[in-house]
């Protein structure tokens, strides 16, 4: 399998960069599309439902009109928590870089779906999904971006690690749907 995702380091984490030197170009987040994370991830029953969640969150994303953007994509889910804490992920975290369509407003996009953009969605489809507006100003973009850099680029014992960017993309879902579908079909050993 030919894929951006970095295999897991020693301790199980993704590593935060992958050059030698420290100020290499090849650190995260790690580019990669959502047919990679089914190919990557989709190894056992719970992940593979995740990543249905996931596929489905984005599906409903795409209904309100937001089609332009990417998501960073981090948390329990891109670690190897099976070796490292004996459990499996309950979940998938993620930041929603997204554009307003022309012609929309953030209430308008509200108003079409207002709970895919409450914490409702991680009942529903095992997403932790956060939000971040690529038009907002500029310095408030920065703010943002460097928050959440901050925050998912460490674990909660402030070790640090990797994390993936996913664009939107219909198509590439499409696909991974079919990918997924496949690997369920298939079954699990866990």
Known sequence: MNTNIPDWNDIGIIPPLLGASGVDFNRSPYKASTIELVEKYAFNSKRASILAGLLAFRSRLYSTGIIEGFQWVDGSFTENVELTSLRKPNDI????FFKIPSGETEDSILQKDFELFTPKVKELYL???????????????????AYWYSMWSHKRDMSWKGFLQISLSEQDDSQASIILNNKILGGFDD
Do not use: C, I
């Not at 975290?93 to 929603?96: A, E, H, I, N, P």
């Not at 956060?130 to 310095?139: A, N, S």
């Open 93 to 96: 975290d993620l930041v929603t």
């Open 127 to 145: 997403v932790d999904a956060y939000w971040q507006g690529l038009d907002d100003d500029p310095v408030s973009l920065v703010q943002m971006s």
